[in-house]
């Protein structure tokens, strides 16, 4: 399976902008890229997803290389509710590889 | 139906005893997956169905391990002969099949498992 990259933590002021970035350096043509995030004691929940062009909807951006080789995750203005483990898969029939996500803090 | 539900949300028992786990996935929804996560680690991803049929099974799931969706609906993770290292998260996610490389997966809140 592919697999993706992440930090394994940052840190964040609340109200600023967030951008957690994610390499996934052996995709392939058809994976689609997913974050999730998970908050302590729940299960995960999705975030966003793409394939080659920039998404947005109410929680997040979406920012994907032209190479599609990396993508970022983008909060616009982080709040303390964000802090979570944030996760970037690579989705291959639904079967997802999760690495070790990204634990995001925010700092009031 | 509000969502994925599994039962018991946890479970402590003693090495060598048998467990079982329930999902109920979102009605709709004719997939089904069983991840297992140990703290501080990504889910790791166990097995899925499609309907009633169990179409991939990791190596992670030994013999000891058996799961089973006989009507399509609600699924059940069994664990037989525990060991201290099954302690763990086990969370069920359910999905549209025809949505597998663009849908979401949804998950539950986990069934946490610690074997003494």
């Known amino acids: 399976d592919a697999k993706t990259t992440q930090p394994n933590s940052m840190e964040s002021n609340e109200e600023e902008p967030v951008h957690l ?17 998970q908050l302590p004691s729940q299960g ?7 394939l080659t062009s920039n998404v947005n ?7 994907i290389a032209e190479d599609r080789k990396s993508s970022t995750l983008i909060l616009h203005r982080a709040t303390l509710r964000d802090a979570a483990v944030y996760y970037c898969i ?3 029939a639904g079967k997802s590889t999760f690495g ?3 634990t995001l803090t925010v700092k009031p | ?3 994925v539900s599994q039962d018991p949300r946890h479970k402590i028992t003693k090495r060598g005893q048998n467990v079982t786990f329930r999902c109920d996935p979102i009605s709709e929804h004719n997939r089904l997956y069983w991840y297992r996560q140990t703290l501080g680690q990504g889910p790791e991803f166990l097995t899925y169905f499609q309907n009633e049929a169990q179409l991939e099974k990791s190596r992670l799931l030994s ?3 058996s799961a089973e969706r ?10 037989q002969r525990t060991e201290q290292g099954d302690s763990a998260m086990y969370l069920c996610a359910s999905s549209f099949s025809h949505l597998v490389q663009t849908g979401e997966l949804f998950f539950g809140e986990g069934s946490r498992l610690t074997v003494l």
């Open chain 1, 21 to 37: 970035p994610c390499n996934h350096s052996t995709i392939s043509g058809t994976d689609y890229i997913h974050w999730y995030r």
């Open chain 1, 44 to 50: 995960p929940e999705y975030v966003i997803h793409g």
């Open chain 1, 57 to 63: 909807n109410r929680m997040a951006s979406l920012a």
């Open chain 1, 90 to 92: 690579l989705s291959n």
């Open chain 1, 100 to 102: 070790d996500g990204t």
């Open chain 2, 1 to 3: 139906d509000t969502g």
């Open chain 2, 63 to 65: 013999d000891r391990f």
């Open chain 2, 70 to 79: 006989p009507k399509g609906s609600f699924s059940t993770l069994e664990i």
